[in-house]
C-alpha cells in the first residue's frame, strides 16, 4: 500500500469503557439511597461500552423498522420488522429491569437504581429507551383501574422481553406504548376527536385517527379518546383475548430526524376495541402520571447524552494533536471541554435526584412530591434545551471527524431536539411550571427548602436564588407571567443546579457552575468559562476511570 494512506493522529475507536465510570452518578446513587444496586449499574455500564452492544447500537440505527400492512396474500398484518439488534438492545433493557421493575419492588431507591440504569445504558443506543420508558411510565396510570392493573402490572413489571403478535395476556412479558397527540391537537390533547363508544360488555369501540403513536409495535397501549363523559383513558392491546388482531390500522411510520431505531407511526382505529382506565371524562388527570413519569426519563436521556458527547469529545481531545500538542493540552480546547463537562454534571445531579424524589414520593413524603412536580417541569424544560447545544458543541471538537456518521456524533445530534420535544416542547413544559405554581404551591416550599440547604455556600448562589423571589414577584399578571415562564423554568432549574453541586458536587465544577451560569462569569457558547476556573480538576473528574 501507498505510503500516504499511512494512518496517523487520528483517535483510536472508542470500545471497551464503561458508562458508569461517572462520578457524580455514582455518588448520587449512594448518597440517594440507592447504593445497594451499584454492582449491577457497573455491570450495566461495563456491558454498554462493550463493542458488542456498539455494534448493535449502530445496526440497529442504521436498518430503522419497515411497515408491514399486509402479508404476501393480502392480509392486513400491521406489524413493524425490526432488525436483530433491536431485539438485543430490548432484551437487554428488559431484563436488567429498566421498563417497569420498581413497580414490583418494595426496596426504597427502587426508582434510583432504576434510574441510574436507563442513564448508563441510554448511553449505549437511545431510541429504544422510547418503548422502555413508556413502560415504565404506563403502570401509575394503570392503577386508577385496579382491575386491569391487577391483571397486567405483573407482566409489565416481568424482566422477560417477550416480542411477537399474540394475546398480551398469554405472553411472559410486555412493551406498552401510548396514542394521545392528533393532527388538529398535538400537545392540546383536549382537542382530540377521535372517539369511544360503549360496547356494552365493559369495553368500549374506538374510532379515530392518531398522529404520533409511539412504539406502535407494543403489545398494550394507553389511548385517549372522547366519551360521552368527555377525555377518557383506554387500555388497548395490539391483539384481542381470541387472538384475533385489533382494529388499528397502522398508516405509516415517521421519517424522523433522528430516534431512527425506534417506530412512531400514524395509525386509525376502526372500531378498535378497549378498556376504560380511571374514571370517565378525567382521562388527562389519569394519563398525567404516565407524563411526568417519561419527562423523568426526558431529563435522564438528555443528561445521558451529554455525558455521551462528553465522552467522545475528550477521547477525541487526548490523542490527536494540533499545533505542536495534544488537543486535550490546548488551553481554549480544555475550556471547551471542561464547560461541557460542568454542563454534563450539573445535568447528572438534577435527574439523580428528581429520580431520589419519586422514590420518597411514593413513600408518602408529600414535600418531595411537591419538588418533583415543580422540578420535573423546569428540569424537562431547561436540560433537554441544553442537550441539543451540549451535542452541537460536542460534536464540533471532533471536527470533521465529528460530522461523519461513523464517529456515532451525528446520531447523539439527531437524538438530541427529541427529548426537548417529546412529552411537551419547551412552551408547554414552561406552562406546566407555572401551572404547577397555581395548583401546587407547596412546590415552590419545597423548591426553596432544598435550595436554601445550600445557603451561605455561595455568594453567587445566594444572589441567584434572590433573583428568583424577584422573578416569582412579577408574575401576578398572567399575560406578563406567560412572556416570563421560560426564564423562570430556566432560572428555577440553573439554581436548583446550583445548590446541588454546592452541597454535593466536586468543588472546582460547583465553582466554574456559580461563576459561569449564576454569576454571569461566561460568554455565550461552551468554551468560556472564566480564567480563574480550576480546568485541570474539572478535567481529572470528567476523565475519571473509578469512582
Not at 431507591?109 to 449505549?124: D, I, M, S
Not at 422573578?471 to 399578571?477: H, V
Amino acid at each position: 500500500m501507498s505510503a500516504t494512506h499511512e494512518v496517523f493522529n487520528q483517535a483510536p475507536p472508542l470500545t471497551g469503557f464503561t458508562t458508569a465510570d461517572d462520578p457524580a452518578l455514582l455518588e448520587a446513587l449512594r448518597r440517594e439511597g440507592g447504593g445497594w444496586g451499584e454492582a449491577e449499574v457497573r455491570a450495566l455500564g461495563a456491558r454498554a461500552g462493550s463493542e458488542q452492544v456498539q455494534e448493535w447500537a449502530r445496526t440497529a440505527e442504521a436498518n430503522p423498522p419497515v411497515l408491514r400492512t399486509h402479508d404476501r396474500y393480502g392480509h392486513r398484518i400491521d406489524e413493524v420488522e425490526f432488525h436483530p439488534s433491536w431485539h438485543e438492545l430490548m432484551t437487554a433493557a428488559v431484563e436488567s429491569g429498566q421498563h417497569a421493575a420498581p413497580w414490583a419492588e418494595a426496596r426504597p431507591g427502587a426508582h434510583l437504581v432504576r434510574a441510574a440504569k436507563f442513564y448508563v445504558w441510554a448511553q449505549a443506543e437511545p431510541g429504544h429507551g422510547c418503548p422502555v420508558s413508556m413502560t415504565y411510565a404506563a403502570v401509575p396510570a394503570l392503577r386508577a383501574q385496579p382491575e386491569l392493573a391487577a391483571v397486567y402490572e405483573p407482566l409489565l413489571a416481568s424482566r422477560t422481553y417477550d416480542y411477537g403478535l399474540r394475546p398480551p395476556l398469554g405472553k411472559q412479558g410486555l412493551i406498552a406504548g401510548m396514542s394521545m397527540t392528533e393532527k388538529q391537537g398535538g400537545s392540546d390533547v383536549r382537542a382530540n376527536t377521535t372517539t369511544a363508544v360503549p360496547a356494552g360488555d365493559g369495553s368500549y369501540t374506538i374510532t379515530g385517527h392518531k398522529w404520533f403513536t409511539s412504539a406502535p409495535m407494543s403489545d398494550v397501549f394507553l389511548v385517549l379518546a372522547q366519551t360521552a363523559e368527555g377525555l377518557t383513558c383506554f387500555l388497548m392491546p395490539r391483539v384481542l383475548p381470541d387472538g384475533t388482531r385489533n382494529a388499528m390500522r397502522l398508516q405509516r411510520l415517521k421519517d424522523k430526524l433522528g430516534n431512527r431505531s425506534n417506530a412512531s407511526a400514524e395509525i386509525e382505529y376502526e372500531q378498535a376495541v378497549a378498556w376504560p382506565v380511571g374514571e370517565p371524562g378525567r382521562g388527562v388527570r389519569t394519563i398525567v402520571e404516565m407524563v411526568n413519569m417519561t419527562r423523568l426519563d426526558c431529563v435522564l436521556g438528555s443528561a445521558a447524552g451529554m455525558r455521551a458527547g462528553l465522552r467522545q469529545a475528550v477521547h477525541h481531545a487526548a490523542h490527536r494533536r494540533a499545533f505542536g500538542a495534544e488537543l486535550i493540552d490546548q488551553p481554549l480546547m480544555r475550556n471547551v471541554l471542561a464547560d461541557l463537562a460542568v454542563e454534563s454534571e450539573a445535568a447528572t445531579l438534577l435527574a439523580m435526584r428528581l429520580a431520589a424524589a419519586i422514590d420518597r414520593s411514593m413513600a408518602g413524603d408529600t414535600g418531595e412530591a411537591a419538588l418533583r412536580r415543580l422540578a420535573l417541569a423546569a428540569g424537562k424544560y431547561w436540560v433537554c434545551k441544553r442537550g441539543s447545544t451540549h451535542a452541537a458543541e460536542a460534536l464540533e471538537c471532533l471536527g470533521g471527524n465529528g460530522y461523519v456518521e461513523e464517529s456515532g456524533m451525528p446520531r447523539l445530534y439527531r437524538e438530541a431536539p427529541l427529548l426537548s420535544i417529546w412529552e411537551g416542547s419547551g412552551n408547554v413544559a414552561a406552562l406546566d411550571v407555572l401551572r404547577a405554581l397555581q395548583k401546587e404551591p407547596a412546590g415552590l416550599d419545597a423548591w426553596f427548602a432544598e435550595v436554601d440547604a445550600a445557603a451561605g455556600a455561595d455568594a453567587r448562589l445566594d444572589a441567584a436564588a434572590a433573583r428568583v423571589r424577584t422573578l416569582l414577584a412579577e408574575l401576578s399578571d398572567p399575560a406578563r407571567a406567560q412572556l416570563l415562564a421560560r426564564r423562570l423554568a430556566e432560572q428555577l432549574t440553573l439554581v436548583l443546579q446550583g445548590s446541588l453541586l454546592v452541597r454535593h458536587g466536586d468543588p472546582a465544577v460547583a465553582d466554574a457552575f456559580c461563576a459561569s451560569r449564576l454569576g454571569a462569569d461566561w460568554g455565550n457558547a461552551f468554551g468560556t468559562l472564566p480564567a480563574g476556573a480550576d480546568l485541570g480538576s474539572i478535567l481529572d473528574r470528567a476523565s475519571a476511570k473509578e469512582a
